[in-house]
């Protein structure tokens, strides 16, 4: 069952077209993720589906609700993370979630009740009474979360979940993302981590220019990806040469430079080694490593995308 239905989705700024009429439904039980570089329109879209951004023209249903024209009832079953926090920086981690509580009209008990709960699930309990702006980042995130989820909402809305946070509040965020989802809730997540999108998610949507490019089943997009056969040779030097070499005597086979060192032979049969290193030692080349490469979503991302994935990641650790 669709639990949100979206169709023609666009969004644009004067003559700038941010999100290009977008057409994608998530149902019930899913971890969608939008996966897409800088500047793809993931912010844009996630905020035109909680209603923190207005949307130009289609539609989005939520649960039946028709989120255009009544986005406030729609928001009762949704929790939103965005990238930014919206959290009051004077206010300790408790009354910041218990506040959240009474705009949901929880009763004073029940809140309290549940903002312990959440603190000890975000692994917050032992900072609970110091004000949000003495947290880390990964700390300010991971209230923000527990905020998002006090009302058990049906489906969670997350903006980069994992970016620029530390390592170790990135794994308890994945962790409780998968908790919540194995309890039932929805999640909708944007990234522009390909491996996290791959460990986290059923089902992705990559995003490039405001269009989705390419939206099936995480199965679906690796099955296409692991048919494929990679081995990669790591050499002395003078790879350029080799390339041009290799491709005239095994012209069946694809390649790729990935440094001064390093190129990958791709196939869509098995690699036959024994020729292709009969050719380093013919151009007396001393060749360091061979391995195979299992295909992962990062093939199926470049290849569909033509985006680098190293330009994904650097784009990530920048933030
Ligand atoms: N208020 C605005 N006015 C004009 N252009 C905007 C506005 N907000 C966003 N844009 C543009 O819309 C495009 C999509 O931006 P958006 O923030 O949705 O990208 P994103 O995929 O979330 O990127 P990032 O990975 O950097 O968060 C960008 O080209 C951006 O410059
Ligand atoms: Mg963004």
Redesign the pocket.
């Known amino acids: 069952m669709n639990i949100l239905e979206v169709k023609n989705l666009t969004k644009r700024?004067g003559d700038?077209t941010?999100v290009a009429g977008i057409n994608f439904a998530v149902k019930k039980g899913d971890v969608f993720g939008f996966l897409?570089?800088?500047?793809?329109?993931?912010?844009?879209?996630i905020n035109m589906l909680t209603g923190l951004a207005k949307v130009t023209e289609g539609t989005v249903f939520l649960a039946g609700i028709d989120c255009v024209k009544h986005m406030k009832k729609a928001q009762e079953l949704m929790g939103i993370v965005p990238?930014e926090s919206n959290l009051y920086p004077e206010m300790n981690g408790l009354e910041n979630l218990d506040f959240c509580g009474a705009l949901y009209g929880m009763e004073k008990k029940e809140r309290n009740r549940k903002a312990w709960e959440l603190l000890e699930q975000v692994g917050l309990k032992e900072a609970a009474k110091k004000p949000f702006k003495a947290y880390s980042k990964g700390m300010k995130r991971r209230l923000t979360i527990a905020a998002g989820i006090i009302h058990n909402p049906d489906i969670l809305f997350l903006d980069?979940p994992t970016t620029g946070i530390d390592v170790e509040s990135a794994r308890h965020i994945r962790k409780l993302l998968i908790d919540l989802n194995k309890s039932g809730t929805t999640i909708f997540l944007?990234t522009?981590y390909i491996e996290e999108a791959e460990r986290l998610c059923n089902r992705i949507a990559f995003?490039v220019d405001?269009k989705i490019v390419k939206i099936d089943s995480t199965e679906k997009l690796l099955e296409t990806a692991q048919r494929e056969k990679i081995v990669q040779f790591s050499v002395d030097n003078c790879i350029l040469e080799l390339q041009g070499i290799l491709q005239q005597t095994f012209p069946e086979y694809k390649y790729k430079v990935i440094d001064e060192q390093t190129i990958r032979v791709y196939s869509a049969e098995a690699i036959d080694l024994i020729p292709i290193i009969e050719v380093f030692k013919d151009n007396s080349l001393t060749l360091y490593e061979a391995k195979v490469i299992k295909p992962s979503l990062e093939e199926v991302f470049v290849k569909i995308t033509g985006i680098e994935a190293k330009k994904m990641k650097n784009?990530g650790g920048k933030k």
């Open positions: 700024y700038f941010a897409g570089p800088n500047g793809a329109g993931k912010t844009t879209t990238d980069e944007t522009h995003i405001g784009e």
